[in-house]
């Protein structure tokens, strides 16, 4: 059975930093396309960062510059590295890992606040 497991969030003063980490589990992490989403109180989901099978990386324009994502295929393992956190960051970080035209994945969100 497939899994995903976020960990890393909490609570931190703008500025701040933190790293989040997407655990897989179930199924060939290598073959699937990846990505973070986000939702904040009152939004919307909406995509962070997204890493590819091939490597190929794209951000949200509020997220550039500030986080980085990255992958470890033999470790089965998704991260985002996040910098210069601010208040409008404060969000439910959820892992994602889909199959085109196939499965779909969601880790169940580990929350973020930044807050001073």
């Known amino acids: 059975q497939a899994h995903l497991v976020e960990s890393g969030g909490g609570l931190v003063q703008p500025g701040g930093s933190l790293r989040l980490s997407c655990a897989a589990s179930?199924?060939?992490?290598?073959?699937?396309?990846t990505k973070w989403y986000r939702q904040g109180p009152g939004k919307e989901r909406e995509l962070v960062a997204g890493?590819?099978?091939?490597?190929?990386?794209n951000y949200a324009d509020s997220v550039k510059g500030r986080f980085t994502v990255s992958r470890d295929n033999a470790r089965k393992t998704l991260s985002l590295q996040m910098n210069n956190l601010k208040p409008e960051d404060t969000a439910v970080y959820y892992c994602?890992?889909?199959?085109?035209?196939?499965?779909?994945?969601w880790g169940q969100g580990t929350q973020v606040t930044v807050s001073s």
């Open positions: 179930g199924f060939t992490f290598s073959r699937f396309e």
């Open positions: 890493i590819t099978r091939s490597g190929s990386i």
């Open positions: 994602n890992a889909f199959f085109p035209a196939g499965d779909n994945y």
